[in-house]
Nanobody, 115 residues
Framework: QVQLVESGGGLVQPGGSLRLSCAAS????????MGWYRQAPGKQRELVTI???????NYGDSVKGRFTISRDHAQNTVYLQMNSLKPEDTAVYYC?????????WGQGTQVTVSS
């Protein structure tokens, strides 16, 4: 099993920034992808960004140029730097870790963008 613990969510004004963290523990061997998804009320969960073990990244269209994912292998942690936040970025953000045959999810952290 892999345990994922997210932190860093909160309330921020439009145009502001937040940094989310996701720490992985447990059987972290063979994790090939880590990343973030989000789910707003009444909407489906959508991709925010992922990063492979080799450092390749992929971003959802709505966050390109504003969000940046990074990974600290030594700390088994991924970070999501979110800049120029918009009200439509309001959602619960979930960390994910994927192996070839298994997928793990964190409990989610709320991000609210509002004035």
């Amino acid at each position: 099993q892999v345990q994922l613990v997210e932190s860093g969510g909160g309330l921020v004004q439009p145009g502001g920034s937040l940094r989310l963290s996701c720490a992985a523990s447990g059987n972290i061997f063979a994790i090939v992808v880590m990343g973030w998804y989000r789910q707003a009320p009444g909407k489906q969960r959508e991709l925010v960004t992922i990063i492979t073990s080799g450092g390749r990244t992929n971003y959802g269209d709505s966050v390109k140029g504003r969000f940046t994912i990074s990974r600290d292998h030594a700390q088994n942690t991924v970070y999501l730097q979110m800049n120029s936040l918009k009200p439509e970025d309001t959602a619960v953000y979930y960390c994910t870790a994927k192996k070839v045959l298994q997928e793990y999810w964190g409990q989610g952290t709320q991000v609210t963008v509002s004035s």
